[in-house]
Each structure stands twice: as structure tokens, then as C-alpha cells.
């Protein structure tokens, strides 16, 4: 049985990209969508970038030949 995290819904989506921000993201985004990322940061803020990669089957064993 695999057991996941239900997703929330996107702020955002172009072209499959989820784009998900925190509370004080959209206050600065102002309903701007897609969000203008680079204009929203500032001097002490950081960026974060989630990759998050599709279920497959695991890798078979490596060789240690």
C-alpha cells in the first residue's frame, strides 16, 4: 500500500508547474499569476526551488563489479 500527502491546489500552474506560495507570497503577489517571482524578493528574503520527481520502480541493485 502507498500512502502520500494529499497535494494542495496550485497557486499557480503553466505548462504542468505547480506553483505553490506561502501566506506572505501572495500578499505580495496581489493576485498577480504567474507571481513575478524575482520583483517579490527582497534584500533578506531566500528562494526556493522544489523539484519533486514522478514515482517509478526503484533502481535495481547496483554492482560492485
Do not use: C, H, K
Amino acid at each position: 500500500m502507498t500512502r502520500r500527502l494529499p497535494l494542495a491546489e496550485p497557486d499557480a500552474a503553466i505548462d504542468g508547474v505547480r506553483i505553490s506560495m506561502t501566506v506572505a507570497g501572495r500578499a505580495i503577489a496581489d493576485g498577480r499569476m504567474p507571481p513575478p517571482i524575482l520583483e517579490m524578493l527582497g534584500p533578506t528574503d531566500y528562494f526556493a526551488l522544489l523539484a519533486y520527481l514522478p514515482e517509478q520502480d526503484p533502481l535495481p541493485p547496483r554492482s560492485n563489479t
